[in-house]
Structures are given as C-alpha cells and as structure tokens.
C-alpha cells in the first residue's frame, strides 16, 4: 500500500537539544498529518500540512511540508522533558489516515 | 466532554474465544476507524466507516468485523481470536467525510492479550 515512513525510529536528547522527524512518501501526498503520543496514552493531533512548502509553527515545534509534497519534518527546539513521546506523521488516502511507525523521543534531563 | 470512549480498557481471552471491543462518541462524528498499535509497528488500519450503515476494510482487516448500525457506536468483533491479535486497539473518529481537513480524536485504547 501508499505509505509514509519514518525516521529515525528512536531518538535519545539531552534536553535542550534540538530534535528533528522526517516523514517520506514515494508518491505526492495531498496532506500530511502530525500526531504526538505520550507513553501509555493515546495519539493526539499536533497539525495538518496542506500546501507545498508550507511551515507551521507551534511554539517550539516547527513543522515543515517539502516542495513536492513527498516529505515532511518536526524540528523541536531546545527540547523538554514534556516532548517525550512517540510522533507520527499520518497520510491520507481517500477515506484512509495511514500512519507511519513513528519516532520515539526519549528525553534524558 | 466524553469525545470517543472505548470499552473494555483491558481484557485477557484465550486462543478460539470471541469478544467485541466496544466504541462510543458523542461529537456526532460521520467517520469512524479502528487501529492497532504493535510495538514497533506504529499504528494499522483495521476498517472504517463513512457512516452509518457503511463499513470498509483497511490495511489489516483478517480476522475483525465491524458494522455501524448507528452514527454513535462502531464496535470491533474478534470472531475467534488468536495471539496474533495480542495487541492494543485504538478507535478514532472525525468530523469529516473525506478526511481532509479532519483530525482523528482517538479513544484512551483497549488493551488485547490473547494467550
């Protein structure tokens, strides 16, 4: 099937390092979706991507959508020990949201 | 302030026992969705739902049924489960048809272990 996949898989920070995600599909995305899960808990949407290009940002997380529509990136700035957690970035297809398998964020403070 | 309330939140069955997972939201959304999240293996499509009365596989439906005789509920029926099936479930649900615009609200998981 269309899929997003994810690097890296597992990321360790000291905190106040910054951290970077990277979402890439073979073929043009018409969005992307980004999602954060805390251990033990559930995904919660972050943002949407839409348009080729585009940056969002939401305080320290910056979230970018490649010109070709075929790659996507969280950066973290000056990470936290609140940022822990596993982040997906999410395509979709039709009436589908597939989901790539995520990057683990481990934070040592 | 339910949002999506999935029941139960744990549950322990044996190989050949069948069970339903059970998926509740009060935002009057039209798409529903269930998932699976394997250790390492992020999350998985099982089927989804456009609205009542319409049902669809998604990337991993063997094994699980559904059907959605109202706009509220989309429950996940394990005819006969397996521990492959050993796994934590996630229903989710949005606002929007086509999903291009919506976000996914996701319930708080059910935890599956089949022995």
């Known amino acids: 099937g269309q899929q997003v996949m994810q690097i890296p898989q597992y990321q360790h920070v000291q905190e106040g390092e910054d951290f970077t995600t990277y979402c890439n599909s073979s073929t043009t995305l018409s969005n992307i979706q980004w999602y954060k899960q805390r251990p033990g808990g559930h995904p919660v949407f972050l943002i949407q991507l839409v348009k080729s290009g585009e940056v969002k940002k939401q305080k320290r997380l910056t979230f970018q959508f490649g010109e070709a529509k075929k790659n996507s990136s969280l950066h973290i700035t000056a990470t936290q020990t609140t940022d822990v957690g596993t982040y997906f970035c999410a395509r979709n297809a039709g009436n589908m949201l597939t989901f790539g398998g995520g990057t683990r964020l481990m934070v040592k403070p | 302030n339910a949002g999506v309330t999935q029941t139960p939140k744990f549950q322990v069955l044996k190989t050949g026992q069948s069970m339903t997972l059970q998926c509740a939201q009060d935002?009057?959304?039209?798409?529903m969705s269930w998932y699976r999240q394997d250790p390492g293996m992020g999350l998985r499509l099982i089927h989804y739902?456009?609205?009542?009365?319409?049902?669809d596989q998604g990337e991993v439906p063997n094994g699980y049924n559904v059907s959605r005789s109202t706009t509220e509920d989309f429950p996940l029926r394990l005819l006969s489960a397996a521990p492959s099936q050993t796994s934590v479930y996630f229903c989710a649900s949005t606002h929007t048809l086509g999903l291009a615009t919506g976000e996914l609200f996701f319930g708080e998981g059910s935890r599956l272990t089949v022995l």
């Open positions: 935002m009057n959304h039209e798409y």
């Open positions: 739902s456009v609205g009542a009365g319409i049902t």
